[in-house]
């Protein structure tokens, strides 16, 4: 899951964000709710994430309830690709 996390929060600070340390970008910092991230950005990051990793999204979990935080993003991914 780490490898999972630590893709996620690059991808981030590097494509959306623009944080060159990653200070402000914790594993629980919320990401949906808090508007750090938008719908548009959103659907670019599961992009990301299905390319990467090799799995595929349905439309009903495009959601703060598995994206909102870099922890539930690893978690669900993980749970995506173990099936």
Same mark, same amino acid.
């Given at each position: 899951? /780490?490898?999972?996390?630590? =893709?996620?929060?690059?991808?981030? *600070? #590097?494509?959306?964000?623009?944080l =060159?340390? +990653?200070? =402000?970008?914790? /594993?629980?910092?919320?990401?949906?709710? &808090?508007?750090?991230?938008?719908?548009?950005? !959103?659907?670019?990051?599961?992009?990301?994430?299905?390319? %990467?990793? *090799?799995?595929?999204?349905?439309?009903?979990?495009?959601?703060k #309830?598995?994206?909102d !935080? $870099?922890?539930?993003?690893? &978690?669900?991914? &993980? &749970? %995506? $690709?173990? +099936?």
């Amino acid at each position: 899951m /780490d490898e999972i996390k630590d =893709a996620t929060r690059n991808y981030l *600070k #590097e494509h959306v964000l623009n944080l =060159a340390d +990653g200070g =402000a970008l914790n /594993d629980d910092t919320p990401l949906i709710s &808090s508007g750090l991230v938008d719908s548009i950005t !959103t659907l670019h990051m599961v992009e990301f994430l299905e390319q %990467k990793f *090799k799995i595929e999204f349905e439309p009903h979990e495009v959601d703060k #309830e598995h994206l909102d !935080t $870099i922890d539930k993003i690893g &978690s669900f991914v &993980s &749970s %995506k $690709i173990t +099936g």
